[in-house]
């Protein structure tokens, strides 16, 4: 059970979009559409944004979305702003009730 | 209103066994379908899933670390305990526990807390 593989840091400016990747495996990702996505401000518990691969929960913006294609999930952030500058953390279930996380990706807002 | 609380010792010495244990409310682990998970996060480094028990005692592990960690119910109703032996510095990290919920995600979480490893 291998770590999800996320890009260490993505910048943009504001008003941009900007698209994180997560990569697994056929074990994970590419076997459940079950991803799910996570805003994590230092010293604040992380906060679910994407379930199930791309819906939203009550709450979150829609300028989040997520999708998922083989052994890749995504979370896109359109019409960047400066409260979005935070990790991103991506989670894919593994099957028989285990969990994989990201790797983590820092998020700059230009 | 779901929420729930992590509590333990600040400080374990390496080899030492960790206790923490999740307070939680707004819910019932007597309840089908309803577990509590515990994840850490090491200082800047990534979350990590370590484990889950769900109502009916079902327990699930990380392949990395199942020999060292155990999971229960308990003592009070509303809570549950983690255990993990053999404790070495690279443990360091804030454990969290929090909530999987109907769609596999974890909606809940409690607000962390940071255990470090030092002699």
């Known amino acids: 059970q291998s770590a999800l593989t996320q890009p260490a840091s993505v910048s943009g400016s504001p008003g941009q979009s900007i698209t994180i990747s997560c990569t697994g495996s056929s074990s994970d990702v590419g076997g459940y559409d079950l991803v799910s996505w996570y805003q994590y401000h230092p010293g604040k518990a992380p906060k679910v944004i994407i379930y199930e691969s791309r819906k939203w929960p009550s709450g979150v913006s829609n300028r989040f979305s997520g999708s998922r294609s083989g052994n890749t999930a995504s979370l896109t952030i359109s019409g960047l702003k400066a409260e979005d500058e935070a990790y991103y953390y991506c989670c894919s279930y593994a099957g028989s009730s285990t969990w994989v996380f990201g790797g983590g990706t820092k998020v700059t807002v230009l | 209103q779901i929420t729930l609380k992590e509590s333990g010792p600040m400080l374990v010495k390496p080899t030492q066994t960790l206790t923490l244990t999740c307070t939680f409310s707004g819910f019932s682990l007597n309840t089908s379908g309803v577990g509590v998970a515990w994840i850490r996060q090491p200082p800047g480094k990534a979350l990590e899933w370590l484990t889950v028990i769900y109502w009916d005692d079902d327990k699930r592990y990380s392949p990395s670390l199942k020999t060292r960690l155990a999971v229960t119910k308990g003592p009070s109703k509303n809570q549950v305990t983690l255990t993990m032996n053999n404790m070495d510095p690279v443990d360091t990290a804030t454990y969290y526990c929090?909530?999987?919920?109907?769609?596999?995600?974890?909606?809940?979480w409690g607000q962390g807390s940071l255990v470090t490893v030092s002699s």
């Open positions: 929090a909530t999987p919920g109907r769609a596999l995600d974890f909606d809940y």
